[in-house]
């Protein structure tokens, strides 16, 4: 357990707005074994006698090493010195007050976050051009972006005011709405910026210097004062503790990963910095505590690069600043972790995978190949080297400049030989079940051809929670039938009280029952039971009793829902319920990204540009209506180009028990 040492606990301020916003905005996980694998294995004795003093654990070469720069393949060379000859002169504007001020005035967030990563973005490009191209070139631009930077007061969101000892005030109303210079607030984006200028004063402090020393002298001390100081004084920061008893989030080991990349290129004091890199790892060990043993995240995949995909960073960076002594990746959750992400991909795409989406994760994601080869090469898993090899090759990998985090392009250039060595293969799994998160996939072949379906039971206290419980995707040759929409723009009222006002929060628009006027309720007691896999050679059923997910008004004994994959023949939905009373509408909702019409009564055609499906049902008990769904938001646009429609079967008759089939087929 993590223990404060230099301030009691006491001392510790968690507002009371904090429990909301963390269920809420990053991956929400529950304590499952008090396992503290990191602590338990090396001690603070351990790391004072194992760490690499020096910066020799750094395996990539020195600004000055032109010979090994050059060796940097002639693609990713020249077209990321041309990425930052965009920026040649660049004025670096300044983050206003009014900008901030803008998530409380209106809620929107991302005027501040954007302006913050753009600025990021152009830095980033600066620094990666002067590196390959190493004549000096880029470096005025540079010196001026780490200026630019030292002098904004706060690094981090509007969003995350509530960080503040002066914190909130009620549930939605902070008291603080501008930065604090003399509360400095350590959250993912000031995480995030530390980091890169962390790096950028490792290659460049001997360049910085023959202009001034100041330049080098200034950026650490901003970093010390914004970054390193708040952490080795602080406890309040909950992705540090934790909150409900040790419970923590993908800022966790996102925070904890910036915050030792710090602390090895930056801390010359020898008691702070063991002292510093022990409480990172007490930290961490409650992030892996938190996680289930299937190794499931609990906010879908596209938060996975930042929870596992961050927890494997850190593991890694800590395996290489004590010479390769403090090593998990051995241990079969961290595994789990890891393969996670191979076990929920359904096909490629334009511009991306597709995923099994939930929570906030949209359908199309475009993961870092970099991370799933090196997280598959460290567990030694052939299957996760084999899908890193796989996106690697289709993101002509070596012919561009490698995006992302200074730290995580450093890892890509030079930590990824043997990729060509593992085939590239798509990881088509027939069939797979994660028993703590309670989410089953299975598919036709081992191919993306023919039918797919994922589905789900868990509870409606998630991260990134949506009321989804007992719904399901479906896909057919790799392309989405019937969906997860996925989520909007980020706003204030996504991650308040106000939630669930947003439609794609809500049940009603997701492959879900609405029952007797209601759709699911927010919050643990609203969950499945009795959820279960059903595994054959031509058959895969996932069953789930769903009743419990509604409020006591909808007025459910039981809801079992069962989706069933028939290799080669069909998909089918089987409800059967059971209520006490029915007193207003009930019907079955499906979202689908298809051109769809009624043929008939009982069949509804669902049509792509490369194949027609059937949706066919008893047109004695269920009535179809098609509705067309708003997608002005542009993330939602992104994904789903040509709109959204809802599927409404509403039943028929008012009976307390009823048994509903629904196939999907291809017509005959």
Same mark, same amino acid.
């Given at each position: 357990?993590?223990?404060?040492?230099?301030?009691?606990?006491?001392?510790?301020?968690?507002?009371?707005?904090?429990?909301?916003?963390?269920?809420?905005?990053?991956?929400?996980?529950?304590?499952?074994?008090?396992?503290?694998?990191?602590?338990?294995?090396?001690?603070?004795?351990?790391?004072?006698?194992?760490?690499?003093?020096?910066?020799?654990?750094?395996?990539?070469?020195?600004?000055?090493?032109?010979?090994?720069?050059?060796?940097?393949?002639?693609?990713?060379?020249?077209?990321?010195?041309?990425?930052?000859?965009?920026?040649?002169?660049?004025?670096?504007?300044?983050?206003?007050?009014?900008?901030?001020?803008?998530?409380?005035?209106?809620?929107?967030?991302?005027?501040?976050?954007?302006?913050?990563?753009?600025?990021?973005?152009?830095?980033?490009?600066?620094?990666?051009?002067?590196?390959?191209?190493?004549?000096?070139?880029?470096?005025?631009?540079?010196?001026?972006?780490?200026?630019?930077?030292?002098?904004?007061?706060?690094?981090?969101?509007?969003?995350?005011?509530?960080?503040?000892?002066?914190?909130?005030?009620?549930?939605?109303?902070?008291?603080?709405?501008?930065?604090?210079?003399?509360?400095?607030?350590?959250?993912?984006?000031?995480?995030?910026?530390?980091?890169?200028?962390?790096?950028?004063?490792?290659?460049?402090?001997?360049?910085?210097?023959?202009?001034?020393?100041?330049?080098?002298?200034?950026?650490?001390?901003?970093?010390?004062?914004?970054?390193?100081?708040?952490?080795?004084?602080?406890?309040?920061?909950?992705?540090?503790?934790?909150?409900?008893?040790?419970?923590?989030?993908?800022?966790?080991?996102?925070?904890?990963?910036?915050?030792?990349?710090?602390?090895?290129?930056?801390?010359?004091?020898?008691?702070?910095?063991?002292?510093?890199?022990?409480?990172?790892?007490?930290?961490?060990?409650?992030?892996?505590?938190?996680?289930?043993?299937?190794?499931?995240?609990?906010?879908?995949?596209?938060?996975?690069?930042?929870?596992?995909?961050?927890?494997?960073?850190?593991?890694?960076?800590?395996?290489?600043?004590?010479?390769?002594?403090?090593?998990?990746?051995?241990?079969?959750?961290?595994?789990?972790?890891?393969?996670?992400?191979?076990?929920?991909?359904?096909?490629?795409?334009?511009?991306?995978?597709?995923?099994?989406?939930?929570?906030?994760?949209?359908?199309?994601?475009?993961?870092?190949?970099?991370?799933?080869?090196?997280?598959?090469?460290?567990?030694?898993?052939?299957?996760?080297?084999?899908?890193?090899?796989?996106?690697?090759?289709?993101?002509?990998?070596?012919?561009?400049?490698?995006?992302?985090?200074?730290?995580?392009?450093?890892?890509?250039?030079?930590?990824?030989?043997?990729?060509?060595?593992?085939?590239?293969?798509?990881?088509?799994?027939?069939?797979?079940?994660?028993?703590?998160?309670?989410?089953?996939?299975?598919?036709?072949?081992?191919?993306?051809?023919?039918?797919?379906?994922?589905?789900?039971?868990?509870?409606?206290?998630?991260?990134?929670?949506?009321?989804?419980?007992?719904?399901?995707?479906?896909?057919?040759?790799?392309?989405?039938?019937?969906?997860?929409?996925?989520?909007?723009?980020?706003?204030?009222?996504?991650?308040?009280?106000?939630?669930?006002?947003?439609?794609?929060?809500?049940?009603?628009?997701?492959?879900?029952?609405?029952?007797?006027? $209601?759709?699911?309720? +927010?919050?643990?007691?609203?969950?499945? %039971?009795?959820?279960? /896999?059903? #595994? @054959? &050679? *031509?058959?895969?059923?996932?069953?789930?009793?769903?009743?419990?997910? $509604?409020?006591?008004? +909808?007025?459910?004994?039981?809801?079992? %829902?069962?989706?069933? /994959?028939? #290799? @080669? &023949? *069909?998909?089918?939905?089987?409800?059967?319920?059971?209520?006490?009373?029915?007193?207003?509408?009930?019907?079955?909702?499906?979202?689908?990204?298809?051109?769809?019409?009624?043929?008939?009564?009982?069949?509804?055609?669902?049509?792509?540009?490369?194949?027609?499906?059937?949706?066919?049902?008893?047109?004695?008990?269920?009535?179809?209506?098609?509705?067309?769904?708003?997608?002005?938001?542009?993330?939602?646009?992104?994904?789903?180009?040509?709109?959204?429609?809802?599927?409404?079967?509403?039943?028929?008759?008012?009976?307390?028990?009823?048994?509903?089939?629904?196939?999907?087929?291809?017509?005959?």
């Amino acid at each position: 357990m993590f223990v404060p040492t230099k301030m009691t606990m006491n001392k510790v301020k968690i507002v009371s707005f904090l429990t909301l916003v963390i269920l809420l905005m990053a991956t929400s996980v529950r304590a499952n074994e008090r396992r503290n694998f990191l602590t338990q294995a090396y001690s603070r004795k351990f790391i004072n006698t194992s760490l690499v003093e020096d910066h020799s654990w750094i395996r990539y070469p020195a600004y000055t090493n032109r010979d090994a720069w050059v060796q940097v393949p002639e693609g990713i060379r020249r077209n990321t010195i041309a990425n930052g000859e965009k920026y040649l002169g660049y004025k670096w504007s300044s983050t206003t007050a009014t900008m901030y001020l803008e998530f409380t005035r209106t809620g929107n967030r991302a005027v501040v976050d954007q302006a913050i990563s753009a600025r990021l973005g152009v830095l980033r490009s600066l620094v990666k051009a002067e590196l390959m191209e190493g004549g000096g070139r880029f470096m005025d631009d540079v010196i001026n972006g780490v200026f630019s930077f030292c002098e904004q007061t706060y690094w981090g969101m509007s969003a995350t005011f509530y960080m503040y000892k002066t914190g909130f005030k009620g549930h939605d109303k902070p008291i603080t709405v501008l930065p604090d210079l003399d509360d400095p607030v350590v959250d993912l984006f000031a995480g995030d910026t530390a980091a890169d200028l962390a790096w950028i004063w490792y290659f460049f402090h001997d360049e910085f210097d023959k202009i001034s020393p100041v330049i080098s002298k200034r950026l650490k001390d901003e970093l010390q004062k914004k970054i390193l100081d708040p952490f080795y004084e602080r406890y309040d920061f909950w992705w540090i503790t934790g909150w409900d008893e040790g419970n923590v989030n993908n800022w966790n080991p996102w925070c904890n990963y910036n915050v030792l990349t710090c602390i090895a290129l930056l801390e010359d004091d020898p008691e702070k910095k063991r002292t510093g890199i022990y409480k990172t790892m007490e930290s961490v060990d409650l992030f892996i505590n938190s996680y289930p043993n299937d190794g499931g995240c609990d906010e879908g995949p596209s938060y996975w690069a930042v929870a596992g995909g961050k927890l494997f960073d850190y593991l890694n960076l800590l395996k290489k600043i004590t010479g390769g002594r403090a090593d998990l990746f051995n241990q079969e959750i961290i595994k789990n972790i890891g393969r996670y992400i191979y076990r929920v991909y359904i096909s490629k795409s334009d511009n991306g995978e597709f995923y099994v989406n939930y929570s906030d994760s949209p359908a199309k994601i475009k993961q870092d190949p970099g991370l799933i080869f090196r997280f598959g090469w460290a567990i030694e898993d052939p299957v996760m080297k084999s899908f890193g090899s796989f996106l690697l090759a289709g993101s002509k990998y070596g012919e561009e400049e490698i995006p992302g985090r200074i730290g995580e392009v450093l890892e890509n250039l030079f930590n990824l030989k043997g990729w060509q060595d593992s085939p590239a293969l798509e990881p088509m799994i027939t069939d797979f079940y994660f028993p703590d998160r309670e989410i089953a996939i299975a598919r036709d072949q081992a191919t993306s051809k023919g039918f797919y379906f994922a589905a789900k039971g868990g509870s409606n206290n998630e991260g990134h929670n949506h009321n989804d419980v007992g719904s399901f995707m479906f896909y057919y040759d790799g392309e989405p039938v019937l969906i997860d929409v996925g989520v909007g723009t980020y706003t204030r009222e996504t991650f308040s009280s106000q939630r669930y006002h947003i439609w794609t929060m809500q049940s009603n628009y997701h492959n879900l029952p609405f029952v007797n006027g $209601y759709g699911q309720s +927010a919050g643990g007691n609203f969950k499945a %039971r009795d959820s279960k /896999l059903r #595994r @054959g &050679k *031509n058959e895969v059923s996932f069953s789930t009793d769903i009743a419990k997910a $509604y409020p006591p008004e +909808a007025k459910l004994d039981r809801w079992v %829902r069962t989706c069933t /994959l028939k #290799r @080669g &023949k *069909n998909f089918c939905i089987r409800d059967r319920y059971q209520l006490t009373e029915m007193h207003a509408e009930t019907a079955l909702h499906f979202m689908t990204p298809l051109q769809c019409k009624l043929l008939k009564p009982g069949i509804v055609e669902m049509k792509s540009s490369n194949f027609i499906l059937h949706m066919i049902f008893d047109p004695k008990m269920l009535s179809a209506k098609i509705e067309p769904v708003d997608t002005e938001d542009q993330k939602i646009q992104n994904v789903w180009k040509n709109g959204l429609s809802r599927i409404i079967l509403a039943v028929r008759n008012r009976k307390l028990s009823n048994d509903i089939f629904i196939s999907v087929t291809e017509p005959k």
